[in-house]
């Protein structure tokens, strides 16, 4: 399994500034996904973050919002971009590996509260 | 497309008894993967257990074992001889193709509480 580390765990932060999630895995992976999940709420895809290309966004997510970066196969970025009260959420990175079964794993998670 | 349910919003069980819980899923795909999920109150997302569309033989991980029944389009999660650390929230999540990677789609959850 790939271990998975994301910085910062929690953050807070006020209306209108960015804040850059930061996601690192201890092995080259081709998918490296990122996920939200707001309070009380399950997960939802924000798009997949693609090595040496722009990230494909879900419906509802744009690029000016959530800029992703992907330089290599081991490391991705997400900014939440002006942020609101609303974004105020759990981010998660995941990855995906390919071996006898599908298996995707989650990093740790990161606590975003917006004020 | 694609749509997962859990209709158990809370579950109790005694410790060391086993526990079912409920998921059903929606798909015109004939090729889609299963995963089960658990999530402590930490936050971070614990991978449980995957079934494939194909796979004849129900998962099974340890405690825990995938029920995996095609033709009602359910795949609950069974957890034999619970422990206080089962105590969490538990996704059931699908890819759309057997073996994709991304784009998992979660239900709800359900949120079991282990009694003592």
């Known amino acids: 399994s790939a271990v998975i580390s994301q910085k910062p765990s929690r953050d807070i932060c006020q209306r209108g500034t960015s804040l850059t999630i930061q996601c690192q895995v201890d092995?080259?992976?081709?998918?490296m996904f990122w996920y939200r999940q707001q309070p009380g709420q399950s997960l939802t895809l924000i798009a997949t973050?693609?090595?040496?290309?722009?990230?494909?966004?879900e419906s509802g997510f744009v690029i000016d919002k959530f800029p992703i970066s992907r330089p290599n196969l081991t490391f991705s970025t997400l900014t939440v971009s002006n942020m609101s009260p609303e974004d105020s959420s759990i981010y998660l990175c995941?990855?995906?590996?390919?071996?006898?079964?599908?298996?995707?794993?989650f990093g740790p998670g990161t606590r975003l509260t917006v004020l | 497309a694609q749509k997962i349910t859990q209709t158990q919003p809370g579950m109790f069980v005694q410790e060391k008894e086993a526990v079912t819980l409920d998921c059903t899923y929606d798909?015109?795909?004939?090729?889609?993967?299963l995963f089960w999920y658990k999530q402590p109150s930490s936050g971070e997302m614990i991978f449980l257990i995957y079934?494939?569309?194909?796979?004849?033989q129900n998962a099974t991980e340890g405690r825990y074992s995938l029920n995996f029944q095609k033709a009602r389009k359910s795949a609950n999660l069974v957890i034999s001889a619970s422990q206080l650390g089962d105590s969490a929230m538990y996704f059931c999540?699908?890819?759309?193709?057997?073996?994709?990677?991304?784009?998992?789609?979660f239900g709800k959850g359900t949120k079991l509480s282990v009694k003592p």
């Open positions: 092995s080259q992976v081709t998918m």
């Open positions: 995941s990855v995906g590996t390919s071996g006898t079964y599908n298996e995707q794993f």
């Open positions: 798909t015109s795909d004939q090729s889609y993967g």
């Open positions: 973050a693609n090595q040496g290309s722009e990230a494909t966004y």
């Open positions: 999540a699908m890819t759309p193709r057997e073996r994709s990677q991304g784009n998992l789609i």
């Open positions: 079934q494939g569309s194909y796979d004849e």
